[in-house]
Each structure stands twice: as C-alpha cells, then as structure tokens.
C-alpha cells in the first residue's frame, strides 16, 4: 500500500504541477524531494531484511474476464530503480532552476516520474505496457517544446525509435498472452504467471519454437532500443544534444533504465529458455557497443555529445552482464547479473551528475565545446571538482559506484568469454583516454580569457551535487546498501 | 585487539578533507592537519609493530564487502614494514613541503590530496583482498593524477597528467584480467573468498595444483603488467619522467619514494603464486627488472632535467626490486627481504634527493637545466652537503645503506646464475644490473657535478640561497638514515622472512658493482672535472641521438600507437557513424513521410497530447478485447 500511496502522490504532484501558476519549480522541487525522501523511507522499511521475491504485493482487479489487473509488487531492482528515478528526478528538476521554465516543463518531468514509477512497481503486463508507452509522450514533449537546435527533428527520432520498439513488446506480450489463453484456457497479464519457464517450454518452444524465438526477438528489440544498443542507437544523440540540459539528465539518468529494468525484471526470470547463441550475439553485442561508442565519444569535440556516447558505451556492459547470467551459474551468474542491476543504478548516478555540472558549467561559460572552454578549475573549482569527480566514476574509477559494477561484470566474464575479456579491456583504456582528454582540455590548461569572470555554482547547487556525489561514493565503498538486496533478487530468480 | 590498526590508513583519509577545508582560510593549517594525521598513523603503525613483534601472528579482520568478496586488513612483517617506510618518508615530505608550498594559493588542495594520497598507500599496504588492493591502487593513481595536474594552468603538466593516467590505467587493467581470471577459477571450485591475499599466499601449492601452473603464469604475467604501469617499468615506464611537472614534493612522495613502489609491493605480496607458477612469470619479473635498470640507466645520463635524471633512477632502482623478486624460484623467498629492504632505503634517500633538488629549484626559480646551475656547493652548502649524501647513497658507495642492499641484489643475481645451471642466458641478470650500477654511478656524478661543482653557469646560479634550516630538519633525519640504515641488514632480512640465507659470492664477483661505481665516478672526473664536456659535441652521435630520444617509445606509444592507430580508427568510426545516422534518417523520411504529420501536432498544446496517450491506451485494450475473444 505504501509504494501505491507514493505512486499516488506522484501522480497528484503531476497534476498539481500543471496547475499553479506561481513559483513552479520551487513546488516540483519539494514535491521531487518529498517523494525522494518517501522512497527512501519505503525502501528501508521494506527491504531491510529483505530475503528475495516482491515486497508490497497487491493487485486491483479491472477486468478479471480478459485477466487485467493493476498488480503492483516491488522487487529489489524495481527499488534500486525507483531510488535512482527519485534521485535523478530531483537532481533534473532541481538544477533546472538555472533557467526559466513553466509549469508545464515541471509537470511534464513529475508525468515522467510517475510514469517510471508505474513501470517499475506494475507486475501486469498491460501496465507494463501502458507505463513503457506513457513515458515516452512526455519526454517526447520535453524535448520537442523545450530543446535546442534541432529539436524537432531530434524529438521525432526519439519518437519514432522507441514505437517501433514498443510495438514489438506489445506483439511479445500478445504471444505470451494468447499461448498462455490457450494453454491454460484463463486470460491473464501477470508478470509472473507469463514469464514462467515451465509454461514457455511447454506451450511454446513444445509445439512450435518459432513463437518462443518470435517473442524474444521482439523484447529484445524493444529493450535494446531503449538502452540503447548498437545499432539502435541512432535517436540517442541528436535527443541527449537537442534535449535542454535537466531533460538530457532524465534521459541519461532514467528513462536509459528502462532498457535494463526490461532486461533483468522480464528476461531474466525466462534465462532458461534463451538459447546459448542469443546469449553470446547480446554479449558480443554489448562488447561491440562499448568498443563503437567509446571510439565515437572520443571524436566528439561537444562535451555533451561525448558524455551522451559515453553513456551509451556504458550500457554495453548491461547487455554482457545478461549474456554471462546466462551462459554461466552460481556465483559467477549472481556476480555478473547484480553487477549489470547495480550498473544501471550507478549510471544513472553517474550521468546525472556529470550532466548537471556540464549544465552548470554551459549555463554559465555559454559553451559547452571542450575547445572553446579551457582551464576552468581556475574560475569555476568547485563546479570543476564535480564534473572531474563524475567523469572518473563513469570512467569506473575504484572507490565510486561504476567500479563495483564494471568490477562485477568484468571479474564473472572471464569465466564464459576466456581471453575476448581483452576487448573489453581494450573498450575501458578507450573510455578512460578520451574522458581524460576531455578534463586535460576543458578543466585544465590555460584559462580561456575570453569567457571573462565565471561564478561558481550556487550554495544550493554545490550541495545538491555533492549529495549527489556521496551517494555515488558511499555506494563505490558500501556498496552492500543495493548490492545485497539485488544478489538476493538475483538468486531467488535464477 | 589490533583494531585500531584500520586507523593507520583511515586517520589520512578522514582528515584529508579536513586539511583541504580548513586550509582555506589560514593556508598554513592544510600542511599541519595533514602532517599530524600521517603522524598519528605513524605512532599506530608503531605501536602495530612493537605487537607483532610481540605476538607474532599477522593481523587479519575481514567484512563482506559486496557477493562473495572480502575487504579488510591483513597486517603481517612485510605489511607492517611498508607501512612504517610510508608513513615515516611521507611524514618527512609533508613538513619539508609545508616550506616548500608556502606561497601557494592553493596549498590546502595540495595537502588535502597529498594526506589523501598517503591514507591511499597505507590502505593498498593492509589490504587483505586483492580487489580492495586494486581500490587503493586506483586512489593512489588518482591522487597521482591529481597531483601531476596540480599547477593545471601549465599546457606541459595538464598533458603530463593525462598522459601517466591512461599508462597506468593500461597496466592496472591487465592486472584486473588477472584478477578476473584468478576470481573465475576459484569461485568456480566454491572458494569462499577467492580474491582473499592470505588465503592466496597460504594455499598457493594447492591452488597451484587446482587451477595448474600454466594458468598462474597468465595471472602472474597479468600482474606484472600491471606492476609495470605502476612501478615504470619497460616499456610502460614512459609516464614517470613526464610525471616531473608536478611539484618536486609529489615526485618525492609519489613518483619516488611510495606509489611507484606499489608494483614492487604487489608482486611481493602474492610471491607465493609466483614460486608456484611455471618458470615463465618469475623470469619475466626478473628480465624486466634487471632490463628496466639498466635501460633507464643509459637514459639518466643524458638528462639536462635535474628532476628527470632522478625520475630515470628511480625507474632504474625499482628495476633492481623488481629483478630481485624475479629470483624467487631459484634462491627462495629470501629474495622478499632483498627486494623491501632495498625499497625502503630507495624511498629515504630517493626522497631526500628529490626534496635537496626541490630545494634548490626553489632557490633557482624552478630552472630546471643542470647545465645553467653549477657552484652551488658555495651558495647553498647545507643543501649541497645532503644532496652529496643521497648521491653517494644513490650511487652505493660504502657505508651508505645503498651498498649494502643493493650489492646484495646485485650478487643475488650472480647467485642465480650459480644455481640456475650456470648457461649464458641466466648471467644476463647479473650482467645488466652490474652495467646498471655503472649508469647509477655516472648520472649520479654527472649530476652533482653539473648541479654543485664547478663555477656558477647563470645568474640565478650565482645568487642562490639555502633554504631556513628548520624547513631542511626533515631532510637531514633521512640524510641521517641513509647513511645508518646499513647497520640494520640482517635483522631487516630475518623480520621478513626468519630463513633468510646470506649470499656469499667469489671476492671478485662481490666487488665488480664497486669497481663499476669507481669507474664511473673517475669518468665523470675526467670528463667534466677537467671541462672537456664543454667542447664535446654529441648531436651528431647515433647513440647519443636515439637515448635522447628515449629510445622512440613515446614516439612509439604517441605518435603511432595513439595519433597514427587510434585516433584515426576513432575518426573513421565517428564518421562512419554519422554517416549511419543520416542514412536511418532518410529512410524514415522517405518512408513514412511521418514528419509532415508530427510537425503539425507539434503546433498543439500540452493538454493535446493527453488525449493521444488516452487514445493510444483505448486502442491497446480494444486489441486486448480482440485477442482474448479469440
């Protein structure tokens, strides 16, 4: 009850949002905030001794004839993800103070709040479904009313890109939905009666193993498509430049959870049914992804472009994480598949603070061109710390959240891919070169006179970030806060 | 009973924001909060000492970090001698660089990461897991990063940062595929910790036995890598001497006397897996030591930059470290004791060298060129006299510490050669760590010689002064130690391992370095002593050219490797990618034409677009209506 009561409120702060008419950002702050603070509450009150399994199980039936039902449970993941989209929310929402926006830009970021909320605590597939369309409309609307050049185009891409997606997870759930009628001869949408092994086997792979192919093509492809992947990529940077910077955060933050939170709450329960050579075309893939993008990033002369390649690159190791779950068992599979959950969570993080300062740094130089800005740390040290710090954790620096992550994934792979292990060796020296580079020319060097006298960041933004910071920190040194609760998830599912 | 013993590595960390905070204001109270942190871990890390001693059982408390991996502390008599070595050398630099940063608007930032830096090493040093080694591994790397770029407004140091980041950062992710394969053969076999340093170091035999002796040397040649980033050692070695850009203070504390050593330090640690290995890994530990201190050797003499000429030693003596683990199958774990007690007398007069050099490019105004100083044993007679005292123990001329832990190596080797059989191809150790000391001994008086003899070559030469004697306090008290540390030897070796066994090699074999190191000095004597060096012209010289040119590895590594391969291998792919993006784009345009129709939804206002998303879901549940009829 308590995770619909926070859904509800949500979704109340949505609509309030759009209605007031003094002093928008200051009331979604505090309603992000209040929601941060309610997540946080909820997950310590429901996961401290949380042993596997969903939390918070409860459903509403809406039409019991063709099995829907707004079922509702959280599980591990859905609340690493739920913190992160609270965290990341309210970071977007908060450094978007910078510059005037309405109320609609404010009620357009909670609508996709309470959209991702939706997905994360829905266990019906109908509003799985819904929520994963839902999300899409207001950040479609975000950046083609908000953004910068090329918005429309870029809005578009984004649009077209993720239906297509979308369309093959509705024919996916359609199969699962109309196999298990026949099956079974009751209608239902539960998450978790449809991704059973047991039936999929039986029912599906028995008769015809088309169908079984059928359908994990289509969630593949919708998945890959949000996370994104190679080579479905392609509406990814022209929507994180075209984005205005607090949308950009949302993107890169949380809507690319999306992809992952696919991944590991639909695909993985069916791991037994996803034959060997699609495990190893995700792992390659991913491989391919971070080697591609990282050499893309490196090119870049936009830091914001180069960040929104590196963000991609990243993702590639979700897609290994998958693959080595399962070609491998026990506690090779639990490392890998929590390292790929606990990636996600940490970039998110990761990019939300890297995109912030980058936010802070354009809204005050009016450049965000590492060619243009240089030697920064002189007028702007505190801002400069921050992107610093961010970049090291997304380069997967020890001691900060990305490394437990990459470390997990990395350490299980050699297990399943042997010596192939050297490309994603050769993908990490990549990404630490040109994220370095992109430091040594924009933080350091000799101060661009032409950009005059900077302010540092705010009061308010500097600590905001650095909150932001330490959780990234506490969860590189701690990292048993998530990483506990996900190995457990992990090992209820396998 | 030993718990506050986390303390010798936590008490820097946690006062090094303090340091950086508090400093802003009153810029003296950054270096004094950070000294007296790194003092309170000293006094710990003596009071641990004085309770080995006592008990004699290593210290080891571990916690589930996260999965099946452990950190915590493992604190046995090699741990315990590092850490005293650390804290006691960076104790040292800190108060002599709270002179030497006084007029530093930013000196709380440096001793904010100077004290991060130490809480970093101490860490590396107790670490009880290897992947908890690799955290610290990766601080002290940043801190290194952080502190090379610490004047970032200088084109050369921002460069300089860069460049030691991505070479070390390709060592450390060999050594993490070690790590990965070293973690995937255990789990498999349900170890409960299997990345746990005292579980690998104690079971190392059987482990050996369980996962076979071809994959240790993968795993120990995977280290090694990554030892060689850390520790320079060829052929990624090319960092250190870019590394000098950072303030003499850094390269004393860390690109002399401690983060360079942690390679040292690693392969130390896991020697067991070494022993264990197939005949490949140790050897490769030895041949690229004994290599490194002979190569960087030849490079050191042709320097012009003082601070340069020291990074090449230093690259050199950590090559003779390096060569002495390597001898572990042969000669036995003795070779541990060799190695540190080596290290430790590096990190002192190493560090006094570079602090006496930092001294004086205060006195100089950062002029760097050896050329351009000379005489200054006239003008700063203090400095000069401790300068005198770390090259002779640099060069190892007796009774410096130096001789005795160097020689020692030195006919480790010899002995090697005995035991291995006696073919030509185990002589080479001996061989290059003898040309080795050859090198040592002439850039080392080439260097002195430029730096205090002879008449002052420049204007700044001529007026410089020493430095207060209060700030020189901490130099004379490593100056003191290298000289004395000598007296320790046997006792060192017997504290690391009680089997020590004392190399004892042919009267001529023992005192070929010294012959060597007199050699080199009447050279230097000769050559510059009486100013021939003035007329020698050299730049035509093949030899002389090509050990200018650092043997073409930064040409190497810069120019073909990162300009030539991957940069344009990025821009290809950039391209290739936009050229992909502008091709998805055509054909969604052509296709669907669908641009018409959104640009004019887009004209809508926001309350329109609510009422597609309604329209949307209505037709999802017609649909649903539809299949579940069927």
Not at chain 1, 194 to 200: V, Y
Not at chain 1, 367 to 386: A, D, K
Not at chain 2, 251 to 276: F, K
Request: charged share 10%; hydrophobic share 55%; proline share 3%.
């Amino acid at each position: 009850m308590f995770i619909l009561g926070i859904f509800l409120l949500l979704l109340l702060f949505a609509i309030i949002s759009f209605a007031v008419r003094e002093g928008a950002w200051k009331i979604a702050t505090v309603e992000s905030l209040l929601i941060l603070v309610l997540t946080a509450i909820y997950a310590v009150l429901r996961f401290t001794s949380y042993t596997g399994g969903f939390m918070s199980v409860s459903s509403y039936p809406v039409d019991t004839s063709i099995g829907i039902s707004f079922s509702t449970g959280v599980s591990a993941l859905s609340m690493a993800l739920l913190f992160l989209s609270a965290v990341v929310m309210f970071i977007a929402i908060f450094v978007s103070g910078r510059e005037k926006f309405n109320r609609s830009f404010y009620g357009l970021m909670l609508s996709t709040e309470v959209g991702l909320f939706g997905l994360l605590i829905s266990r019906n597939f109908l509003f799985f479904y819904v929520f994963w369309e839902a999300i899409i409309i207001p950040v479609f609307m975000l950046i083609s009313i908000y953004g910068g050049k090329g918005k429309e185009k870029a809005a578009l891409k984004f649009f077209v890109y993720t239906q297509i997606g979308s369309v093959f997870l509705l024919l996916s759930i359609l199969t699962l939905f109309s196999f298990y009628g026949t099956a079974y001869h009751t209608f239902t949408l539960n998450m978790g009666k449809l991704l059973n092994t047991a039936f999929i086997t039986q029912y599906i792979t028995g008769p015809n193993p088309f169908w079984t192919d059928f359908l994990l093509f289509g969630f593949f492809f919708s998945f890959l498509v949000k996370m994104p992947s190679f080579p479905l990529h392609s509406w990814l940077p022209d929507a994180y430049t075209s984005a205005p910077y607090p949308v950009s955060i949302v993107l890169a933050g949380a809507i690319s959870l999306m992809g992952g939170y696919g991944f590991f709450a639909v695909l993985l329960p069916i791991t037994a049914v996803i034959g060997s050579g699609i495990a190893w075309a995700i792992i390659l893939l991913g491989i391919f992804s971070l080697i591609y993008f990282a050499l893309v990033a490196m090119f870049q002369t936009d830091m914001k472009r180069m960040m929104a390649y590196a963000s991609a690159a990243s993702m590639g190791f979700i897609s290994i994480s998958l693959g080595i779950g399962i070609l491998s068992s026990g506690n090779v599979a639990y490392l890998a598949v929590t390292g790929g959950i606990f990636q996600i969570l940490a970039h998110g993080l990761i990019m939300s603070l890297v995109f912030s300062s980058l936010y802070i740094i354009k809204n005050t130089t009016g450049s965000q061109s590492n060619l243009t800005v240089s030697g920064l740390f002189r007028e702007m040290p505190i801002i400069s710390t921050f992107l610093l710090a961010g970049v090291m954790a997304s380069l997967g620096l020890p001691g900060l959240a990305g490394f437990i992550a990459e470390a997990s994934i990395v350490l299980a792979s050699y297990q399943v891919i042997g010596f192939i292990i050297f490309f994603i060796i050769f993908g990490m020296i990549i990404t630490a070169s040109y994220h370095v580079w992109m430091v040594q020319k924009s933080l350091n060097g000799p101060y661009n006179e032409n950009l005059g006298k900077l302010k540092d960041g705010t009061k308010m933004e500097i600590a905001v970030l650095s909150f932001l910071f330490i959780i990234i920190l506490v969860l590189g040194v701690y990292p048993s806060l998530f990483y506990h609760m996900i190995f457990m998830y992990v090992k209820g599912v396998f | 009973m030993f718990d506050y013993a986390w303390f010798i590595f936590l008490t820097p960390i946690i006062f090094a924001p303090i340091a950086a905070i508090a400093g802003r204001k009153t810029k003296v109270l950054g270096g004094v909060i950070a000294s007296i942190s790194i003092t309170i871990s000293l006094i710990l890390a003596i009071i641990v000492y004085i309770g080995l001693r006592l008990t004699d059982v290593p210290v080891y408390q571990t916690y589930n970090w996260f999965g099946n991996i452990d950190a915590g502390i493992y604190i046995d008599h090699l741990a315990i001698v590092m850490a005293l070595m650390v804290s006691f050398v960076s104790l040292m630099i800190h108060l002599f660089a709270i002179y030497y940063m006084k007029d530093d608007p930013r000196q709380n930032t440096y001793f904010g990461e100077t004290a991060l830096f130490t809480g970093g090493m101490l860490g590396l040093i107790l670490s009880s897991n290897l992947l908890e080694f690799f955290l610290f591994w990766e601080l002290v790397g940043l801190c290194s990063y952080l502190l090379i770029g610490f004047w970032f407004f200088k084109p050369n140091a921002a460069s300089a940062a860069k460049k030691a980041f991505i070479v070390t950062r390709v060592g450390d992710l060999l050594f993490i595929v070690g790590l990965a394969i070293l973690y995937s053969l255990l789990t498999v076999r349900n170890v409960a910790s299997p990345l746990s340093i005292p579980y690998l170091i104690n079971n190392a035999p059987l482990i050996a036995k369980e996962v076979g002796a071809q994959n240790l040397t993968i795993i120990g040649l995977l280290f090694l890598g990554g030892a060689a980033g850390k520790s320079a050692q060829f052929p990624l070695h090319v960092w250190i001497p870019d590394a000098m850009e950072g303030p003499t203070t850094v390269s004393a504390l860390i690109h002399a006397a401690t983060m360079v050593t942690a390679g040292v330090y690693l392969i130390a640690r896991v020697l067991p897996l070494y022993e264990n290995a197939t005949y490949v890994a140790p050897d490769a530990v030895l041949f690229i030591g004994a290599f490194t201190a002979m190569f960087a050797g030849t490079m050191g003499i042709v320097m012009n930059d003082l601070k340069r000429i020291l990074a090449y030693s230093t690259i050199s003596q950590i090559g003779y470290m390096m060569a002495s683990l390597g001898m572990v199958t042969v000669i036995g774990t003795s070779v541990i004791g060799f190695s540190i007690y080596h290290l430790v007398v590096h990190a002192v007069f190493k560090a006094l060298l570079f602090m006496t050099a930092g001294a004086i490019l205060i006195a100089l105004m950062e002029l760097r060129d050896v050329r351009r100083m000379g005489g200054l044993w006239r003008r700063m007679p203090v400095t000069v006299t401790l300068m005198f005292i770390g090259s002779i123990t640099l060069a190892a001329i007796p009774p410096t510490a130096a001789y005795f832990s160097k020689d020692t190596i030195i006919d480790a080797a010899y002995l090697y050669y005995i035991r291995s059989g006696g073919n030509i191809y185990s002589i080479l150790p001996w061989v290059f760590l003898v040309i080795g000391a050859l090198m040592t001994s002439l850039y080392t008086f080439r260097m002195f010689y430029l730096v205090a003899l002879g008449k002052p070559r420049s204007k700044l030469a001529e007026e410089a002064k020493d430095p207060p004697m209060i700030a020189l306090i901490p130099l004379m008290v490593l100056a003191f130690f290298s000289l004395t540390l000598g007296i320790i030897q046997y006792r060192f070796y017997d504290f690391i391992d009680p089997s020590t066994i004392h190399v004892s090699v042919p009267f001529m074999v023992e005192f070929t370095p010294l012959t060597m190191v007199v050699i080199g000095i009447l050279a230097i004597a000769v050559v510059y002593g009486t100013g021939i060096w003035k007329n020698m012209d050299l730049s035509r010289s093949r030899v002389y050219r090509l050990l200018k040119a650092k043997y073409y590895l930064d040409y190497l590594f810069t120019r073909i490797i990162a300009e030539r391969t991957i940069l344009p291998l990025s821009s290809g792919i950039a391209r290739i990618e936009s050229g992909f993006s502008r091709d998805v784009e055509a054909t969604g345009a052509g296709a669907m034409g669908f641009g018409s129709v959104l640009r004019r939804i887009q004209n809508g206002i926001v309350e329109y677009y609510f009422v597609f998303l309604i329209i949307g879901v209505a037709l999802l549940m017609l649909i649903l209506e539809i299949v579940g009829g069927i």
